[in-house]
């Protein structure tokens, strides 16, 4: 009689065991009925009678490498050494230990794992997908979301360390972000809103991390506060990308001129010129990007989307409009009463609606009212990002004061309920008033220490 010894066929697969602990954790859960995964009551660890090194059962692991961007990451250190103890060099289900049961969702269930016999104490996430239960069309999107964590180098995107293929069980070794995802820190702000520079803080590492995405031809179609998930360090890392696709994309280099007011050494305005830049910038956006697929969260779907006519890279920058104002107002600008009342909203052809709130003339604001009004334009050829993607995006006024190369260093935003584990970040990104107040105090400090009366505004 043939036998699963690895994964039972039991109510809790994966040949895991029940534990008496209700420990919960909210890394891979929300509340938020949008999520595509729902709470576990259960403490689940691996059976180790059923991990036996004598089955016929056939392991398939695919080799990865630590990538350039992760080479000094703790977790490759980690994972190194238990390969190292390994007998054929490879990691197998066998190296891991199950901590607890993180989420499930409509493809398969996450755990918190760690590695046996290792010093290093790295937490992973495991997410285990059982391919006898899905349907073609979904064993496709397993396909997809492995192929693309594969290729996958960046800080705000998952590094997957081990894909193993284990009977009829596929397996994806990734980060584990403690901090949980932003749909449950927005829960614990005042009104479900952060203030307008965290808001701008989560949005660039959003950004970078969607033109990457863009630069490699793939086109999200998932992007919502439940899928961006919170490292210790408080900067995000973005997750599920099993309803993205692929699409040819062709990089370019084009020049931009920009106009600049040169003064004189003294600051006179009298004496001050116009000059020209030119500045060259990098685009790689998947213009040509087309599926007729209807896939997403009803509440972030672009207009062209729901009609089926087809859609293309523009639903990720609709996306990204519909992700900063939820950040800014708690919900989302075409919610109806209904799932059919939302796309009903969305089809229709009003504009977005701002609600009135008390911090409208918040510095900021009226920046990012443009950013939304321009990225949520209901014809994609008129949207801003589907032409020149993020290149566009990152110069709106919303974003300036960024610098761009060092936004992985910027530190996070002081948030109710955020971990900020950080070592050796550079000050946020501030506004001008702020900069300017940090000068006076500077000023003021050196003038009565120094007698120095220069003005430094």
């Known amino acids: 009689m043939d036998e699963d010894p690895i994964f039972p066929d039991t109510d809790y697969d994966l040949s895991f065991t029940s534990c008496t602990s209700t420990t919960t954790d909210h890394t891979f859960a929300s509340s938020s009925a949008r999520s595509s995964l729902t709470r576990s009551s259960l403490n689940l660890s691996f059976n180790e009678s059923r991990l036996s090194t004598t089955t016929t059962t056939t392991t398939n692991n695919t080799p990865l490498h630590d990538r350039p961007h992760r080479k000094s990451d703790p977790h490759w250190s980690a994972i190194k050494a238990a390969t190292a103890l390994s007998s054929d060099g490879s990691l197998h289900l066998s190296h891991l230990k199950l ?14 794992c760690r590695l046996k016999d290792c010093d290093h104490g790295s937490n992973f996430a495991l997410k285990v997908v059982d391919r006898n239960a899905l349907t073609n069309k979904k064993l496709s999107h397993v396909e997809m979301e492995a192929q693309i964590l594969s290729t996958l180098d960046h800080p705000f995107l998952p590094t997957l360390y081990a894909h193993l293929e284990v009977s009829h ?41 969607l033109e990457y995405l863009h630069a490699l031809g793939v086109v999200y179609r998932d992007l919502k506060p439940e899928n961006v998930l919170l490292r210790e360090d408080g900067h995000i890392m973005l997750s599920d990308f099993d309803l993205c696709f692929k699409s040819d994309v062709v990089p370019k280099l084009e020049n931009r001129i920009l106009s600049k007011t040169r003064y004189n050494c003294f600051g006179s305005p009298k004496n001050r010129s116009q000059i020209q830049e030119t500045v060259p910038e990098f685009i790689a956006e998947p213009t040509t990007a087309f599926s007729k697929s209807c896939v997403g969260t009803h509440e972030y779907l672009a207009p062209e989307l729901v009609t089926g006519n087809g859609h293309g890279n523009g639903v990720d920058w609709w996306a990204f409009g519909i992700f900063v104002y939820e950040l800014l107002n708690g919900t989302t600008p075409f919610k109806g009463a209904s799932k059919e009342g939302t796309l009903r909203n ?19 604001m009226a920046e990012a ?32 004061g960024i610098k761009w190369p060092l936004i992985r260093t910027y530190r996070p935003p002081v948030v109710r309920g955020l971990l900020r584990k950080t070592k050796g970040d550079v000050g946020a990104v501030s506004s001008y008033k702020e900069r300017r107040w940090l000068w006076k105090g500077i000023s003021r400090y050196f003038g009565k220490n120094t007698g120095c009366k220069r003005n430094l505004n």
């Open 99 to 112: 901590v607890r049961h993180l989420g499930s969702g409509n493809l398969g269930r996450v755990f918190l």
């Open 169 to 209: 069980y596929t397996c994806l070794l990734i980060d584990y972000c403690p901090g949980g995802d932003l749909h449950s820190l927005l829960r614990k702000q005042p009104g479900f809103r952060l203030p307008v520079d965290a808001v701008r803080f989560f949005a660039a590492e959003v950004l970078v991390a």
């Open 346 to 364: 969305i089809a229709s052809t009003s504009n977005v609606q701002f609600p009135h709130v008390v911090d409208r003339g918040k510095e900021g």
């Open 369 to 400: 009212r443009d950013l939304i009004e321009k990225l949520l334009i209901k014809d994609p050829r008129r949207r801003l990002g589907c032409t020149r993607g993020a290149t566009d995006i990152k110069i709106h006024p919303f974003f300036n």
